[in-house]
T-cell receptor, first 115, second 112 residues
Framework: DSGVTQTPKHLITATGQRVTLRCSPRSGDLSVYWYQQSLDQGLQFLIQYYNGEERAKGNILERFSAQQFPDLHSELNLSSLELGDSALYFC??????????????FGPGTRLTVT | AQSVTQLGSHVSVSEGALVLLRCNYSSSVPPYLFWYVQYPNQGLQLLLKYTSAATLVKGINGFEAEFKKSETSFHLTKPSAHMSDAAEYFCAAQTGANNLFFGTGTRLTVIP
C-alpha cells in the first residue's frame, strides 16, 4: 500500500459525459501528479500540482482539467468524453516539487471505460 | 526531450534463472532513473531508484540495477527469478521537470 488513495476504482460512462476522479496523496506529500495509461499511448504524464498550484503540464487534452485543494487532495475532471479516453488514470504523489526526494508513489488507479 | 527505451516488450525466463530487463535513456544530462513494477490490476510500485549516489542500486524483492553513463543504460537484474516476479516492469526517467517519462514496459513471464 503506497498510501495514495484514488476513487472510484472503476467508472463506466457514456460518450459526451463528464467525470471527476479523486486522489488523496500520501500524508506529508505536497506534489500530486496525474498519469494516463492506455494500450496505444502507454503511460503518459498529464499534469502536476504542488501545494495547490499547477507546476507542470504534459499531454493533457483541453477537455481535461485538474485542481489541488487546500487539504492537498486533487481532482481530475474529464469532459466531453470520447471512446479513446478509456484508460487507467493514476495519481502519484511526492514530498517535494523538486530536490532530493523525487520518487513518486502511485495510487491503485481509476479504470475509466467510455461506452 | 527525454525518452526511455525498453528493449523487449515480453521476456520469459525459467524459475531460478537470471532476470535481465533492459532500459536505455536519452539525455545529455544523466537523469534520475527509476524502475517500477505493476502487478495485474494494480498500481505501480517503486522497485528502485538511481539518484547519482551510487551506480549499482539495490531495490526491493532482490532486484538491482546498474547505471552506466557510457552506455546510457539502467538495466534491471535479479539473480534468480521467482514465480511472484511475473508482472510488467517500467523504466522511467526524471530530469529538470519533475514528471516521469516512462518506457513502454516489459512483461516478464516466469516459467515453472
Amino acid at each position: 500500500d503506497s498510501g495514495v488513495t484514488q476513487t472510484p476504482k472503476h467508472l463506466i460512462t457514456a460518450t459526451g459525459q463528464r467525470v471527476t476522479l479523486r486522489c488523496s496523496p500520501r500524508s506529508g506529500d505536497l506534489s500530486v501528479y496525474w498519469y494516463q495509461q492506455s494500450l496505444d499511448q502507454g503511460l503518459q504524464f498529464l499534469i502536476q500540482y504542488y501545494n495547490g498550484e499547477e507546476r507542470a503540464k504534459g499531454n493533457i487534452l483541453e477537455r481535461f482539467s485538474a485542481q489541488q485543494f487546500p487539504d492537498l487532495h486533487s481532482e481530475l475532471n474529464l469532459s466531453s468524453l470520447e471512446l479513446g479516453d478509456s484508460a487507467l488514470y493514476f495519481c502519484a504523489s511526492s514530498v517535494a516539487a523538486s530536490g532530493r526526494s523525487r520518487e513518486q508513489y502511485f495510487g491503485p488507479g481509476t479504470r475509466l471505460t467510455v461506452t | 526531450a527525454q525518452s526511455v527505451t525498453q528493449l523487449g516488450s515480453h521476456v520469459s525466463v525459467s524459475e531460478g534463472a537470471l532476470v535481465l530487463l533492459r532500459c536505455n535513456y536519452s539525455s545529455s544530462v544523466p537523469p534520475y532513473l527509476f524502475w517500477y513494477v505493476q502487478y495485474p490490476n494494480q498500481g505501480l510500485q517503486l522497485l528502485l531508484k538511481y539518484t547519482s549516489a551510487a551506480t549499482l542500486v539495490k531495490g526491493i524483492n532482490g532486484f538491482e540495477a546498474e547505471f552506466k553513463k557510457s552506455e546510457t543504460s539502467f538495466h534491471l537484474t535479479k539473480p534468480s527469478a521467482h514465480m511472484s516476479d511475473a508482472a510488467e516492469y517500467f523504466c522511467a526517467a526524471q530530469t529538470g521537470a519533475n514528471n516521469l517519462f516512462f518506457g513502454t514496459g516489459t512483461r516478464l513471464t516466469v516459467i515453472p
